[in-house]
């Protein structure tokens, strides 16, 4: 079912052709009880009972004026029938007869445009500090939405457990679509954006690994949740998109807000972090010893300054060695004898 914009009259002029009737009734019942006195009974009492009737039941026509604020829609339908969508600011008349349908009225997913939910309605609090129930608007919000979904925990393609959570941005784009082809949108968004989620988080490590193939051409890859978070945003956008597309939703945007080990195993991986970080720092520092103590016997036998045999280099170079990848500083001991 797609959508169908409904064309209607104007709610102004109709509104003040309802007024002029409800007060165009009252003489009209006033003078159709004179007229009955005055010997036409019969004429006068028709017309006084058709006055009575509009003054009785004229307001029903006051129930197809329908107010649409900017970014809002109205989805209608007359005895059932879906007989179309009420778009863009302005005052509208319809048919008196027709109803409302927003199915998720009521229901708040800790979202932009949401209200808060209650049993029977939504509780707002008045000047005085008490509550007031008040009924849930049944229009259809255009606006540009942001869904904060639950934290979930996941496991990666290594089978660590990690916790994650995204926001989806999401607007409406056909509300028939919205309203009858899934029961609750909200719901049916939510639940989806879990599903794309561990789908897709499956398939990466948390951080780089060897021999993991994340993009699916089956060659490895440097893929991972924390190192490459937009193309993985990138691909839970599209598979979300895909699936509430028949819902009449479109995905503008989907984001990481939260990302880390469960606890259970946090305390291990950080250990692990920092065994990394120091074996990569004590890489670091050797190449950099290695280096310097070329560079120093290299300067030495350059410039002639004192002649070594292999003993004594091994000897230097062991020294230096010492000194420049020791984890404290060293307490050098001055020879004041002969070199050998």
Not at 57 to 64: C, D, K, N, S, V
Not at 196 to 216: C, E, H, K, M, S
Not at 271 to 298: T, Y
């Amino acid at each position: 079912m797609n959508e169908k914009i409904l064309k209607t009259s104007n709610g102004m002029a109709m509104m003040i052709l309802f007024l002029a009737l409800y007060l165009a009734a009252i003489p009209v019942v006033i003078a159709g009880a004179v007229i009955s006195n005055s010997g036409f009974s019969a004429v006068g009492i028709v017309v006084m009972v058709l006055g009575i009737i509009y003054l009785s039941f004229g307001w029903i026509f006051f129930l197809g004026l329908k107010i649409i604020k900017p970014q809002e829609a109205l989805v209608l339908t007359l005895f059932g029938k879906y007989i179309g969508t009420l778009r863009g600011e302005g005052f509208y008349y319809v048919n008196p007869f027709v109803s409302a349908i927003n199915p998720a009225a009521r229901t708040s997913l800790r979202q932009s445009g949401d209200v808060e939910d209650k049993s029977s309605g939504s509780r707002t609090l008045n000047a005085n500090g008490s509550a007031s129930l008040e009924v849930p608007s049944k229009k259809i919000s255009l606006k540009v939405m942001t869904l904060n979904n639950n934290r979930q925990k996941i496991n990666d393609c290594l089978g660590n457990p990690i916790e994650i959570s995204i926001a989806v941005i999401w607007h409406i784009v056909d509300t028939a679509k919205a309203v009858f082809t899934v029961d609750n949108y909200k719901e049916f968004l939510s639940l989806q954006c879990d599903a794309a989620l561990r789908n897709i988080v499956r398939t990466y490590p948390y951080d780089v690994a060897q021999n993991i193939d994340t993009t699916g051409d089956g060659a490895p890859d440097e893929g991972s949740l924390r190192g490459s978070s937009e193309i993985v945003a990138q691909r839970i956008r599209d598979e979300i998109q895909t699936k509430v597309a028949n819902a009449g939703l479109e995905i503008l945007e989907a984001r990481i807000t939260y990302l880390a080990y469960a606890p259970e195993i946090a305390a291990v991986m950080l250990q692990r972090q920092q065994a990394s970080a120091i074996v990569d720092a004590r890489k670091m520092i050797v190449d950099g010893a290695v280096g310097m103590v070329e560079m120093a016997l290299d300067k030495l036998s350059e410039n002639k300054i004192v002649e070594l045999d292999d003993e004594r280099k091994a000897a230097m170079v062991s020294n230096l060695l010492v000194v420049l990848c020791g984890n404290k500083d060293a307490q050098p001991v001055v020879n004041s004898g002969s070199l050998y």
